[in-house]
């Protein structure tokens, strides 16, 4: 795979090997996998820990759908729902912190989980990349978590920056991310 496929796509085509800390993909939320030097051992090991990697995942995957979910917010009437879009925030940022443990590079999930909330709330992708940009800046470091100061500074920056304008909705249908990956590994030795 590119590396520019796995910088865009690779999260979510191997996200069972998104390792807490430094592993082939580090910052991420996978405890039960770390690299093939620490994690591949016996067959059955193994096969044991890709299992264990993939259920830790996709157990993430939809716990972050539960929490999106707890807030349903509407852009049309993002004036009046200031509070809830922050503490929306507020909540995935802790979430992320509690369970990458703010290893190596945990700052790049928090960034992805964010974006992926404001995506789900039809913010424009572009400018839920954008938005969260600015409202981190930068500030959260690897092997370090935010304190109580700076999590509720980034969601007090990000909740006031969001438009009703950013909406976007499209009668396309949303891209198949597993397809394309596949078509990916097919043309991979």
Do not use: K
């Amino acid at each position: 795979m590119s590396h520019a496929l796995v910088q865009r796509y690779g999260r979510w085509a191997v996200g069972w090997r998104w390792a807490h800390d430094e592993g082939d993909f580090d910052g991420g939320p996978v405890g039960n996998w770390c690299c093939p030097r620490d994690s591949i051992t016996t067959p059955n090991e193994t096969l044991a820990r890709v299992v264990a990697a993939l259920c830790e995942w996709r157990g993430w995957l939809e716990t972050l759908a539960g929490w999106f979910e707890a807030y349903p917010l509407e852009l049309a009437t993002v004036e009046d729902q200031r509070i809830l879009w922050e503490r929306a925030a507020r909540n995935l940022i802790l979430q992320v912190v509690d369970r990458t443990g703010c290893g190596s590079g945990w700052h790049g999930h928090c960034h992805q989980v964010l974006t992926w909330f404001l995506c789900r709330w039809h913010v424009a992708p572009d400018v839920a990349e954008e938005l969260v940009d600015e409202a981190i800046g930068g500030r959260f470091r690897s092997w370090t978590g935010p304190d109580t100061v700076l999590v509720d500074n980034v969601a007090e920056r990000l909740a006031p920056s969001l438009r009703p304008d950013d909406s976007t909705r499209s009668d396309e249908p949303v891209p198949d991310y597993l397809e394309r990956w596949l078509a990916v590994r097919e043309a991979v030795p």
